[in-house]
């Protein structure tokens, strides 16, 4: 079928919107019509080399939309259903077995193959310019910025149509990520202090995640006072100004020592190099941020000898068929308002999007794709 979507043609360029044709869903897909999608961090840094998809191609990963057609086996779904796009994972390894899906043993090529890995066609894109030639889709099993995805149907999730589908996009990625590591990674215990380094889309939505826990410390820094008052309000008990302050100096005086949980969004390795230090004895330090391609960190031997633990998160850990639908149980229930962090665009606005997210003011920007 005839799809429309942005194309990045080699790292650096830009998105650009081109007619494609996309393949009819083969046995195990399902096509969805994409209502909305949100832009992560993760796909501009693809755009700029740090992931290695196959250039050209499409990109975007946080898709909600209507289903339009299943392929052969799909019983999960039907035409006329409203879902949420998750992270692809492939079912059979050990980790999948274990209901591990983010951490998929081949999640690698999930992600980032750019062509279908299962069924009859595995090992080819879907996806074919008007010249004939091929190029790489199925980014994190989706590649919405388009107005179709071709997905796998173990990877989407069902959503009430009570629900506004348009904001549901980021709960496939951005948002989950940040809840999901103080839910599944940090687990914070009655009273415990938590920071968050990197008020963004993932560290705010670790924030509102916080403020669901016992933890009674949550402290968010950022460069940028408009993203730690927003902190603030969504349930940060402390903010930091790391521009003009020592982060170090101002959590040790908030925790009167070490904190016990050290979350970096930000994937800046100085920053991460430092943070690791903010937690003591005991504590934990957790990744989440994406550092450029090939980054490497030194931390201290003694101190993370200490009994430290030091653990990277992906996707949130768990499974986006648990972690979506809590999550938006939690917002209906108003403790989770994850809303607050969208700015809705036009599809056409794709760089207005970025450039905003960039500024500072937009924090989860969403392309509106088509109506619901
Ligand atoms: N681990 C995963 O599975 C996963 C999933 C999604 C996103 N990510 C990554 O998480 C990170 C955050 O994503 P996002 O969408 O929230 O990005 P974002 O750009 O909206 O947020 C990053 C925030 O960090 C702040 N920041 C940057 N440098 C800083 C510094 N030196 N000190 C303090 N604050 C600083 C920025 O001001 C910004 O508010 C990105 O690197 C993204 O690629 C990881
Ligand atoms: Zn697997
Ligand atoms: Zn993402």
Known sequence: MKINAYVVDAIGAPFVREDLTLAEPGPGEVLVRVVATGVCHTDLNTQGGDMPLPLPGVLG??????????????????????????????GTCRNCIRGQHRYCLNIGPELLAGVRLHGPDAGTSAYT?????????????????????????????????????????????????????????????PGESVVIIGAGAVGLAAVMAAR????????????????????????????????????????????????????????????????ADMVGLLGTFILVGGAPAEARFSV?????????????????????????????????????????????????DIDRAIHDAHEGGTIKAVLRVSDI
């Open 61 to 90: 990963h946080e898709g909600s939309g209507v289903v339009e057609a299943v392929g052969e086996g799909v019983d999960n779904v039907a035409p006329g259903d409203h879902v949420i796009m998750g992270w692809p994972y492939c």
């Open 129 to 189: 310019r008007a010249d004939g030639s091929s190029l790489s889709g199925h980014f994190f099993g989706q590649s919405s910025f388009a107005t179709h995805s071709l997905t796998r149907a173990n990877a989407v999730v069902k959503v009430d149509k009570d629900v506004d589908l348009a904001l549901l996009g980021p709960l496939a990625c951005g948002i989950t990520t940040g809840a999901g590591a103080i839910f599944h990674t940090a687990q914070p215990g």
């Open 300 to 348: 201290d031997h003694m101190r993370t000898l200490f009994g430290k633990t030091i653990v990277g998160t992906l996707g949130g850990s768990s499974t986006s068929h648990e972690l979506i639908p809590g999550l938006i149980r939690l917002y209906q229930a108003g403790r989770f308002p994850f809303d607050r962090l969208i700015t809705l665009y036009d599809f056409d």
């Open 212 to 275: 669901n826990t016992p933890a009674a410390t949550i402290i968010a820094v950022d460069l940028q006072d408009n993203r730690l008052e927003l902190a603030k309000e969504l349930g940060a008990t402390h903010t930091v100004n790391s521009r003009d302050t020592d982060m170090t100096e101002a959590v040790a005086e908030i925790c009167g020592g070490p904190a016990d949980y050290v979350v970096d969004c930000t994937g800046n390795i100085r920053v991460i190099e430092q943070a």
